[in-house]
């Protein structure tokens, strides 16, 4: 099995968890900076956007760092009386919490792939790719592979990493259902794959010959002495870093975090429409009290988008997704390099 | 801190988990007998069988052993319409199974509590008593302590371990969401708390004083050094003893469990009306499909008593449950002493 230091062209086996929404190119920059891998999240933006993300954290540091991609297939069909149902009720809310809502036109819809994205972090000679929610088409695995560009898919249960491993992967991150944040599946989604880090972790490890990055839970010495003693190779780390001083996150949602009980997540598909966790808040009860279906990812969260925008403006932490893990609690404020430093010590 | 195995009075620190309708006497005197804890599930008997039992494991070891015991409070009102409604829907699926189905009178239903037991367990000099479900009465705790009894109760989160602590527990099992069989929470139940054994594990070490004992998807050298990274002080381990010679699983459960892959359970209500986590059986997808009321345990537990029966004696998969934890498919068949003799090999 190849080494994930030399793979990933580290000092430290640790990965900062690219969070969209949090992960700013600063948080990026200073995590590669210190000698781990930074990854910026690019799923779902537009080519000039990613671009542009790219240019400023290049413009930060030298170091090598991921992106990080959505691999999901676009959504079948657009439901129409589905998204109107949705919307009558995020109108009804809007209202009764006084926030502006403003209907949208599905025919209006316009989504970003990670096909779109190809071209652009083949030019930016990006050396790891990340993905989450499903498997890169063959000849986009090519590309990379002709380019050598190291490949990181990322899987919640057996089956998706052996599915991983077949299409050539060089590493895999196995996500806990500790973890914080949109679930990585692509098999089934309801359920999605429940299984707990410790429990996965070994399972793919028993079956998969690449190396492992145990994602889920993870704060402090013990947490990454276990990733290491279940055969993760390295750690990727989330929550820790939604409190950094870089993270893009609301004050209201660093709070929360701030606050949380390993109790407080919840996995919901409110934000999105793709199932998730995250601390608990106003619209998660309400849209589970309303029990209307909830169209598919990305067209709930097309439909939130103005709603989620406005809130994170305003402060408002009912109305954001509160991504959060279930060690999320443990968070602390200060910069990213501090973070990642004290992380690096836990090695 | 005490040291586990010393209050354990074992040579290792393993615990087979009670797991009723699965551990017989013969499999708690195995483990016992080989130097670690065998323990005997004694919840919901009565104090006749109760007694009995202990008896049997006593005649085939002189070694230490645990009895376990359900401590919930009892149901607070039996609520005649949800019941009937869950006996309509029991007959008609019966009637569909071929499977004879009598309907039951909730005034007949006798149930038995922990307290029923307790001067059973004081007579008969039960070093260990574990328990599951809640907290034990000050006045039970306090007859315990007297006596020098070692007391074990169950968390599923950092608040249920705190309270177990203060409660004066010598140990505490803490049950990660991997685990097989019926969730040990007591402070939430609806949802109940679904927090992964890494990040569980180390939140309740942050706080709690007292060795602890890890729960759930443990089968191999890996996820016994996990654990003890993690902050245990031993392990416990259930599902890979459902598929020993001296377990009472009928041949059709011990199938599903070599078969389970780490998506193959789910969590579940239908077959007690508590929280529990089983291989998904056709029982399972009949009563999620139905979306009716489940009566809270004990009840639905009583109304499911003869189907269970019936199911297992016939040995019908799809009737009985199918507990077992996310890791259960590494079982293996073999003896109690070569199963315990192969997870101490582990440590």
């Given at each position: 099995m190849k080494d994930l230091k030399s793979l990933l062209n580290v000092r430290y086996p640790i990965v900062q968890a690219p969070m969209l929404g949090v992960t700013t190119p600063a948080m990026v920059a200073a995590v590669s900076n210190a000698g781990a891998l930074g990854s910026l999240p690019v799923g779902g933006l537009s080519p000039d956007r990613t671009r542009e993300r790219i240019h400023a954290t290049k413009a930060l540091t030298d170091r090598p760092f991921a992106v990080n991609l959505f691999a999901h297939e676009p959504a079948k069909e657009i439901n129409e009386a589905e998204i109107t149902t949705m919307q009558d009720f995020l109108a009804e809310l809007c209202l009764e919490f006084n926030i502006p809502f403003e209907r949208q036109n599905p025919a209006d819809f316009k989504f970003y792939y990670y096909e779109d994205l190809i071209e652009i972090l083949l030019e930016e000679n990006i050396p790891v790719v990340s993905y989450t929610f499903g498997r890169l088409k063959p000849d986009v695995i090519a590309a990379f592979k002709a380019k050598g560009t190291i490949l990181a898919g990322t899987a919640t249960s057996v089956a998706e990493a052996k599915l991983l491993a077949q299409d050539g992967n060089d590493i895999i991150t196995v996500q806990g259902i500790e973890a914080g944040g949109h679930r990585g599946s692509f098999l089934a989604d309801e359920p999605s794959p429940q299984i707990g880090l410790s429990a996965l972790l070994p399972q793919v490890a028993d079956v998969v010959d690449v190396p492992l990055l145990a994602a889920g839970g993870i704060y402090n010495q013990h947490t990454v002495k276990a990733a290491f003693a279940l055969g993760a190779s390295g750690v990727q780390v989330g929550s820790l870093f939604i409190t950094a001083d870089e993270s893009a996150a609301s004050e209201a949602y660093k709070q929360a975090v701030l606050n949380a009980k390993d109790t407080s997540t919840q996995l919901t598909r409110a934000f999105s429409g793709r199932w998730a966790r995250g601390i608990q808040n106003e619209f998660m009860k309400r849209m589970d009290a309303k029990g209307i279906s909830i169209p598919y990812y990305t067209i709930q969260n097309q439909l939130m988008s103005l709603i989620r925008a406005y809130a994170q403006k305003n402060n408002l932490?009912?109305?954001?997704?509160?991504w959060a893990g279930?060690?999320?609690?443990?968070?602390?404020?200060?910069s990213t390099e501090e973070i990642i430093k004290g992380l690096i010590a836990m090695l």
């Open positions: 932490k009912d109305f954001i997704a509160l279930q060690a999320a609690g443990n968070s602390k404020r200060a």
